[in-house]
C-alpha cells in the first residue's frame, strides 16, 4: 500500500512566500474565480448550480459538482471557470445573422461572445444570411438529405466538448443503424498520437495505472507533458505525491513553468504559496 500523504503545511514544498503567486506566470487563481463572477453577473444562480452540481468541463475525472470523488475534498479547476461563460451566456439577436458578410472580420472570439444560437437556421447557396426554420423543417432536411445519401459516403463526426461517453456510444450505434462505419471525434484525433506510442512502447494505448499511483511512488517521469495546461487536475495529484516523498523529474526540450511549480486553486496550501513539483529537467 502506497503512503498516505502528511496534510500538515510543509514548506520545502511550496513555490514562493509570494501569497496566491502574485507576479507569477502560473496562475492567479483568485482572480480566475472573480474574473468568472464578474463575467456571469447576469447569471450567477445559474452558474453556481452549474457549478455546484454539473460535471467539470476540464478534467476526466468523475466530479459531481464541485465534491471530487477520487480524492477527498474539494475540485475546482481554472479551465472550468474559463468555459463557464459558454453555458451561461444569453442567445444572440437573430438578426446579426441575416447578412454574414458583416462578421467576417470578427475573430473566432468575438464570435463566440456574441452568445448562443436561439434556434435553427438555415442559409441556402446565394443567400446573404441565414433565415429562422422550426425543428421540424430542420429535423426534415436532414432525415431527408441522409435518406437519399449512399451510407458509404456519410460521414458522421463528433466534437469532445461537453460529450460524455454514452453519447459517443449513442451516437455511433445511431451512425451503424443508418448503415455507415465512417464515425471518428475530436477525442480520437487529439490522442491519437499518445495512444501510438504507448501502443508501441509498453503495449497497452491507454493507462495502465491509476492517477493514485503517483502518490509516494519513489519516481514520477512526464516526457514532453505539461499536465499543468493539459489535464489540470492531475496538478492535485502532484501535490499529495510531493507531499508523500515523490520525486518528479520532466523530459522536455521546453522548461515549463507550470511543470516546475504550480498554484493548485483546490488545495488552500498550495492555492497560497503553490507547489514545487520538478526536481529536474532533461
Known amino acids: 500500500m502506497l503512503p498516505k500523504p502528511n496534510k500538515i503545511w510543509n514548506p520545502k514544498i511550496w513555490a514562493s512566500w509570494k501569497p496566491f503567486g502574485i507576479g507569477e506566470q502560473y496562475p492567479n487563481n483568485y482572480w480566475e474565480l472573480i474574473r ?49 461563460r459558454l453555458n451561461t451566456m444569453a442567445a444572440f439577436n437573430p438578426e446579426i445573422l441575416a447578412d454574414v458578410s458583416q462578421l467576417q472580420n470578427r475573430s473566432s ?20 444570411g441565414f433565415r429562422r426554420i422550426s425543428w421540424d423543417e430542420a429535423m426534415g432536411v ?19 466538448r461537453g460529450t460524455v461517453n454514452e453519447t459517443y ?44 499511483d503517483w502518490i509516494g511512488t519513489d519516481l514520477l517521469v512526464f516526457i514532453g507533458s505539461n499536465v499543468a495546461n493539459n489535464q489540470p487536475v492531475t496538478v492535485k495529484y502532484l501535490h499529495w505525491a510531493k507531499k508523500a516523498g515523490t520525486k518528479i523529474v520532466v523530459i522536455n526540450t521546453y522548461r515549463e513553468p507550470g511543470m516546475e511549480r504550480y498554484w493548485v486553486p483546490s488545495i488552500p496550501e ?6 514545487k513539483f520538478a526536481e529536474d529537467f532533461f
Open 36 to 84: 468568472a463572477g464578474i463575467e456571469n453577473l447576469d447569471q450567477l444562480p445559474y452558474a453556481w448550480e452549474i457549478l455546484n452540481k454539473g460535471v467539470c468541463d476540464g478534467c476526466s475525472l468523475g466530479t459531481t459538482g464541485m465534491k471530487d470523488w477520487t480524492l477527498d475534498g474539494f475540485h475546482l479547476c481554472n479551465v472550468r471557470l474559463r468555459l463557464l
Open 109 to 128: 472570439g468575438e464570435l463566440r461572445e456574441m452568445g448562443r444560437l436561439p434556434y435553427p437556421m438555415r442559409r441556402d447557396k446565394g443567400d446573404k
Open 142 to 160: 436532414i432525415s431527408d438529405r441522409l435518406k437519399t445519401t449512399d451510407p458509404d459516403r456519410t460521414g458522421f463526426y463528433l466534437t469532445s
Open 270 to 275: 498550495s492555492a497560497l504559496f503553490g507547489t
Open 169 to 212: 456510444y449513442v451516437a455511433q450505434k445511431a451512425a451503424r443503424a443508418i448503415g455507415t462505419n465512417n464515425v471518428d471525434n475530436a477525442a480520437r484525433i487529439c490522442h491519437s498520437p499518445s495512444t501510438g506510442a504507448l501502443k508501441t512502447t509498453i503495449g497497452a494505448a491507454a493507462t495502465t495505472c491509476s492517477y493514485k
